[in-house]
């Protein structure tokens, strides 16, 4: 796939579906194919934590769901492990704060996709600085998916950035569903990523549909 034009990046973020093997109940190849169908518009592969998959086994998986984003135009990017999205040409690479630095990264990977984790106003510009396409910010909400997640700050730093002037690509993340999703759109967020809203949901694609309801009202 060709580099998402930066223009589109908000349109392109609305509604952001990260998997790993360990957040389904169900067959995650099925999960990602009803996620799509339901509306998603951006993946994440994030394969960490318990029981994930490691090698070869991750690799094949990896390339297994990218194979069904590419089969419907959905951009592929790969959480944390720089040198997977490399060999794999995924559309782009997601990072946090403790990962490698995004300057590196950006080197790494050329014009392909870089989206950054921050949790303040700082680690923004900072990753703006450093050639980010979009940021992720969280936890919005409480979530038990991320084991070492921070504590939930809602959505005031989303609302700082903006008011700052500052116009990269946001979208929130942690404890997110369709019934609070609209504040992280009101207080200038251009997406909705979620883990466990699609993938323990009974019907990913209604729970897609519904999330997708949720912020384009
Ligand atoms: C879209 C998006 N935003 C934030 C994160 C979290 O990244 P990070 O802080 O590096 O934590 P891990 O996901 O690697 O555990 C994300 N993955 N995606
Ligand atoms: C990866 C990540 N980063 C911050 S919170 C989080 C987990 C989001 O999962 P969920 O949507 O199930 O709360
Ligand atoms: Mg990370």
Known sequence: ???VLIKDMCETLRLYFIMGSNNCTMDPEY???QAIKGGISFFQFREKGTDALTGNEKVIFAKRLQSICQKYSIPFIVNDDVELAISLNADGVHIGQGDESADEVRR???DKILGVSAHTVEEVEKAIANGADYVG???IYSTTTKEDAKSPQGTTIINEV???GIEI???GIGGITAENALPVMESGGNGISVISAISRANDPAESARELKEA???
């Open 137 to 139: 910010i969280g936890p």
């Open 169 to 171: 690509p946001i979208v």
């Open 162 to 164: 903006r008011k700052k």
């Open 1 to 3: 796939m060709t580099k």
């Open 215 to 217: 912020i384009d009202c």
């Open 108 to 110: 790494k990977i050329g």
């Open 31 to 33: 999960v990602l194919e």
